[in-house]
């Protein structure tokens, strides 16, 4: 019997783990399975980056930092924006005036500080489907209502959707580009169509740019860069593969950053001090041995799927969000768990199930294997 002294806020009833949790029940029964389902990288943290936390430690850097990051990891990540967003003043960005930076707890942590800052009960918070969970999440967390736009069949911004899904109670749009799941990247021009928009009606946009590094085929571009009334979100967690490091770091406009900041006083305090240090070379390793390699891996990928299942090519981050054969995703999916191999079904990710996302974050060995389960699966 429940405990009424160990009754659960209402609000938790907003948060399901149910997809996803049944997906790693099936797992857990099998030995030794192919996993395309990681949602991080295969590499390790680049040593220079290790010895950096090592010497912080060493150095007795170990306590609280200031809430909003130590001076010179600001510092040097205004100065990293001034050089890709061609700023002048790191301080006042493109046109927008005031803009202010935060260390985060990851980019999970710029996320939840975001909308709990910003998200009313009530409010419209409008972002793409297919979707990373954790903005849904999040959003219902805040008492707010998520609005979808649906991105199917090929995952490029459908921009007379994205205009109609907006309405007077629209408080923010989130997007994701590099996409989990999709991989898709939008391209500059889909972005300047995008900010227009927004800018019709002077809204928000938070750009999840996590995956920012992992962008194959063209040279990458920020919303941040055709937008300026934008909170920019990036991390170390992908792209240096620190997912444990819990670091992530945000800028925008400084009234919202400045509330943010307040709210991560109350909460996370900091992000870890060592993480800060080893962030600060971090941002200076060279990861295209890394990023070539996962190129390949994605050139695997489509090679296998594209033709034989309808796999649209993505140009970014580590997945790709495939048409499951005959269009159920969890029956797909439950046959390639039998066959061990791990993938995860699209209605974790979207209010459809045609999909599944697979991660090649894995061996070139591994991935080829899992492939070929795939593509004779689907073959029936
Ligand atoms: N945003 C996206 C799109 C992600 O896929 C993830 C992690 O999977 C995150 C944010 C959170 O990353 P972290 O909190 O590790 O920085």
Redesign the pocket.
């Given at each position: 019997m429940t405990r009424k002294s160990h009754a659960i806020a209402d609000r938790m009833a907003l948060l399901d783990a149910s997809g996803i949790r049944k997906v790693f029940d099936l797992a857990a029964k099998l030995t030794d399975p192919i996993n395309l389902s990681i949602?991080?990288p295969d590499f390790d943290v680049p040593p220079a980056v290790k010895q950096a936390a090592i010497d912080a430690i060493r150095a007795g850097k170990n306590k609280y930092t200031q809430t909003q990051g130590t001076e010179e990891l600001r510092a040097d990540l205004a100065e990293a924006c001034c050089k890709e967003f061609g700023w002048r003043d790191p301080y006042r960005g493109a046109v927008f005036g005031e803009r202010g930076y935060l260390v985060t707890?990851?980019?999970?942590?710029?996320?939840m500080l975001a909308l709990l800052t910003l998200v009313n009960p009530g409010d419209e918070v409008v972002f793409m489907d297919p979707y990373?969970v954790?903005y849904a999440h999040l959003v219902n967390l805040c008492g707010g209502t998520c609005v979808l736009v649906s991105t199917y069949d090929d995952f490029r911004p459908d921009i007379d959707r994205l205009a109609s899904a907006i309405t007077d109670r629209t408080r923010l749009l989130i997007i994701?580009s590099p996409?989990?799941p999709t991989g898709a990247v939008y391209t500059e021009g889909e972005l300047r169509q995008i900010a227009d928009v927004a800018a019709r009606r002077d809204l928000l946009v938070v750009s999840?740019e996590?995956?920012n590094l992992f962008c194959y085929d063209f040279p990458y571009v920020s919303m941040v860069s055709v937008y300026d009334n934008t909170l920019l979100?990036r991390?170390?967690?992908?792209s240096y593969a620190m997912?444990g490091w819990?670091?992530?770091w945000c800028t925008g406009p400084a009234a919202i950053l400045e509330k943010m900041t307040m709210l991560q006083q109350y909460s996370f305090v900091c992000a870890p001090s060592m993480a800060q240090e080893a962030a600060r070379v971090a941002m200076h390793a060279d990861m295209s041995a890394e990023v070539a390699a996962y190129k390949k891996k994605r050139d695997m990928v489509a090679e296998a799927l594209g033709g034989s299942m309808g796999l649209v090519t993505p140009a970014g981050?580590f997945y790709a969000f495939c048409p499951a054969p005959g269009g159920d995703a969890t029956a797909f999916v439950s046959k390639a768990i039998a066959s061990n191999v791990l993938i995860i079904p699209g209605n974790v990710f979207s209010s459809r199930d045609t999909h599944f996302r697979l991660s090649y974050a894995t061996s070139d060995d591994k991935l080829a294997r899992g492939l070929e389960v795939l593509v004779k699966l689907a073959k029936g």
């Open positions: 949602g991080q707890s990851g980019t999970s942590g710029a996320l990373f954790m994701n996409s989990n999840d996590i995956y979100m991390g170390f967690s992908k997912t819990r670091i992530g981050a």
